[in-house]
């Protein structure tokens, strides 16, 4: 129907608009703007300095897909709830309206404001411990140090990046959490305290050799126009 077509595509319209912001920022700061080296400096610059909150909406949609099960293609299942990113966006819009694009997004915040200090202060320690006097720090340092800040940022991330996709899976499971504090109580009352470490192993094994690649791809670029 007409009617119900436009307010489709006027929900998809406006999803399109708040989930591309922070893309069309980054864009616009790297045309205007002589301080960034590049995509990755102007994304962590910003993430650094103007929080994690503006990319809640994108890590909810991404933890509930993930959490999508049902197979795709398979004669005789059950069809996927949601066929993609936007469709997820649109749903949540819908039924919860822009708060529910939000949800554990104070949770996402101080997972990542903390963390990403600790993760710059570790490479830069680690690079002048390993680095002589004047000279800059080499390939395998770099890699090293890298590769060691993510898993040290990890350890102290992990706690909250437990906490957080359960507050974002609450809606789509109905167990509705009376704040982060709650969620942190009631998790360490059913599981234990080591709940809050769970995935710490994989998030560790991830993080270091994807750290060690941005570093390197960061700094060899600096050096080499040095």
């Known amino acids: 129907m ?3 077509e436009f307010v489709a595509g006027w929900i998809s319209g406006a999803l399109g608009l708040v989930l591309g912001h922070p893309f069309d920022t980054v864009k616009v700061r790297l045309q205007t703007q002589t301080t960034y080296w590049g995509i990755v400096d102007c994304m962590a610059k910003t993430y650094r300095h103007e929080s994690a909150y503006c990319l809640a909406p994108f ?4 933890v509930w897909l993930q959490n999508q099960t049902e ?5 005789g299942s059950p069809p996927p709830q949601y066929r993609g990113p936007v469709h997820c966006a649109a749903s949540i819009f819908q039924a919860e309206g822009p708060r529910g694009l939000f949800r554990g997004a104070w949770a996402l915040t101080l997972r990542d404001n903390p963390t990403l200090g600790i993760y710059f202060v570790t490479y830069e320690w ?3 411990q390993f680095t002589p006097d004047g000279q800059n720090p080499s390939s395998g340092t770099v ?4 590769g060691s800040a ?7 991330a992990t706690p909250l990046d437990v906490i957080k ?3 974002q899976m609450a809606g789509l499971r109905q ?3 009376r704040g982060l504090l709650d969620c942190m109580v009631s998790s360490a009352r059913r599981e234990g305290l080591g709940v809050f470490f769970r995935g710490l192993g994989i998030n560790s094994a991830r993080a270091f050799p994807v750290k060690a690649a941005t570093f390197l791809s960061y700094e060899y670029p600096l050096h080499s126009q040095g």
Do not use: F, Y
């Open 71 to 75: 197979p795709k293609g398979k004669s």
């Open 2 to 4: 007409p009617v119900e």
């Open 59 to 62: 890590d909810l949609i991404k």
């Open 165 to 167: 996709p359960r507050m």
């Open 143 to 146: 890699l090293v140090a890298g």
């Open 175 to 177: 167990r509705v959490h």
């Open 150 to 156: 993510g898993v040290t940022s990890w350890v102290t």
């Open 126 to 128: 680690l690079c002048r």
